[in-house]
């Protein structure tokens, strides 16, 4: 796009030229770096199907803006090193007051940037079944195949975590198998708090009185982090857990153990519901 | 600033009486302790059990509304409509004559005001920065241990809604105020008193939210997000009681400025020949006007919430918690703008000056500013993407947010257009316009990160969105204030800054400021939560660089204080009358700026860009001036 800068002359280098030159190698040099080196490493990782998207989204979103951090970096350094006053000069600089071929060339290529971007956001959201993002209560694109429920309970300051299709047994801790597509119902007992699974690239806010639904199928055997990323009170930094994704054996292990233990507790536990409204707030009125 | 002889001087304490700032503050205290004990009586329930559980929200936002009445009454607000109501005469203009007590009361001049303005809103954005101080003391460890998590959220709540909420005005409040009637050749502001009224607001509003400690504090973050927000004590009424004042304060500011700009222009400025500054300044109170007035009225639903025990964003009793995030952010998202686009003004205003070059693309630069308004309003479930709320209208949310970087990259091309063969001598307001280019470059291209639902799930509510906000608030907002601070003081107040000390600061700030926040899109992709006093061990060396450079990027701060203390107040050097040989019209009046501007009003007949060395027809753009020095 600079190769469409004002033309030079008088007995100036031509600096349109000089700088267009200077961008490209330095764009050629950067986008392998940053995709080949800089992408594989970046977060969240590869623990789950949405956590490697988001990777790749990252990496395509970071070889887009190389090129535009680029440009505006180098071109400030151009300027400061070639378009200066000399110490105690009161020279003027040309009269020129915009070059229309110019802008109107910038607008039509940042529009197509920013357009090609939406349209790849969207494809990579609907196609990602919500990319691990809270969908809501009826998320518009639903993986087919089995998928293992689990309701995700946030109060002040802890989540727990129910399993509907294992008699609604409520565990203090999560663990996954690996392979298996995962259906979480993210909610919530009293404020707004936020489930953040960071391994597996997953986070939905948790509303009282809503049902919403993230998919996330880990396809690494690994410990994760659980964190609240929604400001929830006096604890909020302390409401973190270590979550595991496990084999196949290993969770069925593990889920009835967990029944065995809270069998007493799941019997006195209310009904599996979509969401569980609070009764109205007690604020001494 | 100007020392007018006073009147024959009275005795102190005849001139103690009368409306001044000390019966303002008598009388907000005796307003405050009059709502305080009205409230009690609403409640019925019995005092000192009240005042024991702090939890009388009635009594203490009674007491606020009483106390800024009582305070805005002892300024002597009240006159002017009570002597109207009398059938006295109009008059536009109030306590413009008098030495220094004018900056100390209710003063209709724009001067005045604007250098109130400046003191005040300096005053409040270093209490905001003395809380950022504390709570990058406080996350020097893994573990809370130096104020505790619930200080810890008041601190956090503290800083933001001090920055957010005094900074909105920060550019229009001092700089808009004193230049903008000056600028478009005019005498006075067109709604002198409410100009006063909206600086006295934001004052009583700064005064409330710093009296939070006393009331325990709130723990909501600037966003006051429910049903948190109608869960916390008594400290949460300062933060609806001081948003409430900013956002009417705005609302006023926003209104005075469009009514200024569009009926009080001189002879022949037509709006294509407007400053660029003045349009930033329009399109910013247009935000403003639409915006704020929606802040207020949710503040004003959940302060029934907590009062009177209405429910609209209480999920328990019918309402709804989406639906606050929902007003929040439709206000919240224009307010970023609001804190932006002043900063675009300033840095198109500033380069033709230090390059000598026209401003390039005028119209391409209004458009983008004009853009970025309209388009503010179509963005803020982009705070929600991961919330659940309209899940199927996120592409809708991502598409309206990314083409906000359409209108944006206007003003960047402008800015290099300018640039472009320009004769830039780097002085320090230009030094700062640099720094912009740079932060706020960062801040837009990190902003294409969180637009992106997909990447959005990672980044959303961690340390990246601070360090993508502090970029485009701090690297955008608070560097072109200083810029402008550099810029117009000496025009200001007809005192030169020291340069050597301007420059150490402005590179101290600029270096400390990018080893502070550059490390923050790594901790948030890393994955450290926003607003966490406690965090994972293995993100304890990055914590503790970043509050070592934010400590240093304080001491910066202190750097620009010393300078303002020993330039303005020692060594007093007279400022020349245009000292970066300017053409736009408040360079052309004398300093001190007198009382009415102009003597005559002056006829405009072209834009103030009139830099620069003609270009031949078809020819080359550098002409044999600019040819020998390179």
Redesign the interface.
């Known amino acids: 796009m600079s190769s469409e800068a004002p033309p030079a002359g008088g007995g100036e280098p031509d600096h349109a030229r000089r700088f267009a030159t200077i961008w490209l190698v330095a764009t050629v040099l950067a986008l392998p770096l940053v995709i080949f080196v800089l992408g594989p490493i970046l977060p969240p990782g590869n623990g789950s199907d949405t956590a490697s998207g988001q990777v790749t989204d990252n990496t395509v979103l970071l070889a887009m803006a190389t090129p535009v951090l680029l440009l505006v970096v180098l071109y400030l350094l151009y300027a400061i090193v070639n378009f200066r006053q000399g110490a105690g000069g009161v020279l003027e600089g040309p009269a020129v007051r915009g070059h229309p071929q110019l802008q109107t060339s910038w607008i039509l290529i940042t529009a197509t940037l920013v357009l090609s971007l939406a349209v790849y956001g969207t494809v990579r959201l609907e196609t990602g079944y919500g990319a691990g993002s809270g969908s809501g209560p009826k998320p518009l694109t639903v993986p087919s195949g089995p998928k293992l429920p689990i309701q995700v309970i946030a109060q002040q300051w802890a989540f727990t975590y129910r399993f509907p299709t294992y008699g609604g047994v409520e565990t203090t801790h999560l663990e996954l198998p690996v392979g298996e597509e995962v259906e979480f119902h993210v909610t919530s007992l009293d404020v707004i708090h936020s489930f953040w699974a960071y391994q597996l690239g997953v986070k939905a806010d948790a509303n009282p009185g809503v049902d919403n639904i993230a998919f996330v199928k880990p396809t690494k055997i690994q410990t994760f982090e659980v964190h609240c990323s929604e400001l929830c009170g006096l604890w909020h930094g302390g409401m973190f857990d270590h979550g595991r994704v496990v084999s196949d054996a290993e969770f069925e292990g593990w889920i009835h153990e967990q029944q065995r233990i809270f069998a007493p507790a799941t019997r006195v536990l209310p009904p599996y519901a979509k969401t569980y409204l609070p009764e109205p707030t007690e604020r001494g009125h | 600033m100007a020392q007018p002889p006073t009147p024959a001087a009275r005795p102190l304490w005849r001139r103690l009486v009368g409306f001044n700032l000390l019966s303002a503050v008598l009388l907000g205290i005796g307003g405050y302790y009059l709502g305080w004990f009205i409230g009690h009586q609403i409640d019925g329930k019995s005092f000192a059990y009240q005042e024991k ?1 702090n ?1 009388n929200d009635v009594a203490l936002l009674l007491g606020y509304f009483f106390g800024v009445v009582g305070f805005l009454i002892g300024l002597g607000f009240a006159n002017y409509p009570v002597s109207r109501l009398l059938g006295r005469p109009a008059s536009l203009r109030e306590k413009e004559e008098g030495g220094i007590g004018r900056y100390f009361g209710l003063c209709t001049d724009h001067k005045v005001v604007g250098i109130q303005y400046l003191c005040g809103i300096g005053l409040f954005f270093f209490i905001g920065g003395l809380n950022a101080m504390l709570i990058r003391t406080e996350l020097l460890h893994s573990n ?1 241990t130096f104020v505790g ?2 200080q810890y ?1 008041t601190l956090v709540g503290e800083h933001g809604t001090m920055m957010m909420g005094m900074m909105t005005s920060g550019i229009l409040g001092p700089f808009a105020n004193y230049f903008v009637p000056i600028m478009i050749g005019a005498r006075r502001m067109a709604f002198p008193r409410i100009e006063a009224l909206t600086f006295w607001l934001l004052m009583a509003a700064g005064f409330i939210l710093t009296s939070t400690i006393f009331f325990g504090g709130f ?3 600037w ?1 006051g ?4 927000n ?2 916390a004590v008594m400290g949460m009424d300062s933060y609806i009681c001081f948003f409430a004042l900013v956002g009417i304060s705005m609302t006023l500011l926003g209104l005075n400025m469009m009514a200024t700009i569009i009926t009080m222009r001189a002879p022949g400025l037509t709006w294509s020949r407007l400053p660029i500054f003045v349009w930033s300044v329009f399109a910013t109170s247009v935000l403003m006007v639409l915006a704020a007035p929606m802040l207020v009225s949710t503040l004003l639903m959940s302060a029934l919430d ?1 009062t009177i ?1 209405t ?1 609209f964003f ?4 019918g309402g ?3 639906l606050y995030q929902n007003l929040f952010w439709f206000f919240g998202h224009p307010e970023v703008y609001i804190l932006a686009l002043p900063g675009f003004g300033i840095v198109l205003e500033l380069l033709p000056v230090f ?10 630069a209004i458009s983008g500013m004009l853009g970025v308004s309209l388009l503010s309003f179509f963005v803020w479930q982009h705070h ?9 209208l ?2 809708f949310y ?2 309206s947010t ?2 906000i ?2 209108p944006t ?2 003003i ?2 402008c800015v ?2 300018t ?8 002085s320090v307001p230009m030094l700062f316009c ?1 720094g912009w ?2 932060n706020f ?2 801040g837009g ?1 990190s902003g ?2 969180i ?8 980044t ?3 340390f990246f969105v601070m360090a993508h906000f502090h970029y485009t608030i701090m690297g955008g907002l608070v560097f072109t204030f200083f810029a402008a601070i550099y810029y117009w003081v000496p025009k200001m107040v007809g005192l030169n800054f020291n340069e050597k000390l301007a420059k150490a600061h402005f590179w101290l700030m600029f270096l400390a400021f990018n080893s502070t926040f550059m490390p923050l899109f790594a901790l948030g ?3 450290m ?8 061990p293995k993100f304890q060396t990055l914590n503790i660089w970043v509050s070592v450079s934010a400590f240093v990027l304080g001491l910066s701060m202190l750097i620009f204080l010393f300078n303002v203390v020993y330039s303005l107040i020692f060594v007093r050097e007279p400022a020349q009358r245009n000292p970066w ?1 300017a053409k736009s019209l408040e360079w052309q009046v004398p300093t001190p700026v007198p009382v009415n501007n102009f003597e005559q009003i002056p006829v405009i007949d072209s834009d103030p ?1 009139d ?5 031949p027809i078809g ?12």
């Open positions: 559980i939890e809370p998590p619930g959220l723990p909501t973050g966003t997000y429910e049903p948190l109608d869960q907590r025990g429910s209480i999920p328990g009793g709804s918690a989406y390059t000598r070059k026209p401003l390039w693309g005028y119209r391409l929600l993407f991961v919330s659940g709320i309209n899940a199927d996120r592409p991502m598409l990314e083409i970087s359409l990259g206007f960047f091309l290099m257009g640039l472009w063969k320009g004769r830039a001598s780097f640099m280019v740079f470059l960062i291209l294409v990160f637009s992106d639902t997909p990447s959005d799930t990672t959303h509510g961690s992709m890393e994955g939560p926003r607003r966490v006093s406690f965090y994972e040989r860009y830099y620069g060395t003609p270009v020819g080359a753009v550098g002409g044999p001036q600019t040819a020998g020095a390179s």
